[in-house]
Every structure is written in structure tokens, then in C-alpha cells.
């Protein structure tokens, strides 16, 4: 048996995380949309979503892709963005998060929810972010979370 390089298993888990989401909403009606129709699609007037969609330009005036974006008619008619991030061990990905945050915040044109889990983050990390939630950013939530709120019928 070969050993997964770190990154490698990070890519790998944190596909994991998006497919559970991915799944969480093709169980509620969900269509997937190429990102390039996306925006034109919205006039059908279904739920619809779409991967690594195109936000605009972040705080350090690069390209900025959402892991989600998703249009409901009546719950999510100005979209709804939906950020995964999967850390199992330490590292400097603490680091990353108030970077998204700021990103969230300042330059995300849609309301935005947060899945974050896998435990490697720092505790003080996790309260942070939860902190920081208002303005553009809804909630922050781990797996177990989100999968509650979908069953609550919010997507």
C-alpha cells in the first residue's frame, strides 16, 4: 500500500466534504448548471447550482471561485455561495481563514455559508471564525451542522 502525500490527502478529503454537499443538494432539487450558463439559467426558475463559480476579483485583486453557488426561486433568488473546508491535521491553514473571511465579507456579492470540518484546525481558529459572522457570511458550520440545517428545509 502507498502513502498519500499530504496534499494529495488533503485534495482527496476535502473532495469528500464537497461531494457531501453536493449531495445535500441533489437530494433537495438541485440541478447542476455548468458555471459558464449558470447565470443565465436562474431565469428557469428551478433550484439550480454550480462548482469553482466566478465571484469577482478578492482583496488582492486576483480571481476568486467559490466551491458553490446555488439559486433557489423562493429561498435563494440573489444565490447563495456555499465555502467547504476540510482540515484534518495542523498546519498553516489556519493561517488562510481570515484571508476567506475579509473575502467574504468585502468582496462576495452573495450571502455565503461556511462548511468547515475535519478537526485539524486550532480551537481559537474555529471560535474566530464563528465570531465573525454578519454581513455577508450567515453561518459557519461542521458537517453534521449543515446536514440539520438542509434537513430544516433552509436549502
Known sequence: MTEVQGGTRANYTGRILEKFIEDRLKERGYTFIDKRKFKPSIYIGQPIYSKQFFLGQNLYNTNTYCDFVLYHPEKWNDC????????????????????????????????????????????????????????????????????????????
Do not use: C
Not at 491535521?89 to 489556519?94: A, E, K, N
Not at 455565503?112 to 450567515?138: F, R
Open 80 to 155: 447563495l455561495v456555499i465555502e467547504s473546508k476540510w482540515q484534518e491535521s495542523g498546519g498553516s491553514v489556519d493561517e488562510k481563514y481570515p484571508f476567506l473571511i475579509l473575502n467574504i465579507q468585502m468582496r462576495y456579492p452573495h450571502k455565503t455559508i461556511l462548511v468547515i470540518d475535519g478537526g485539524g484546525y486550532k480551537q481559537g481558529a474555529l471560535e474566530w471564525i464563528k465570531g465573525q459572522v454578519g454581513n455577508n457570511l450567515l453561518a459557519v458550520m461542521n458537517m453534521q451542522e449543515f446536514n440539520k440545517w438542509v434537513n430544516q428545509e433552509n436549502l
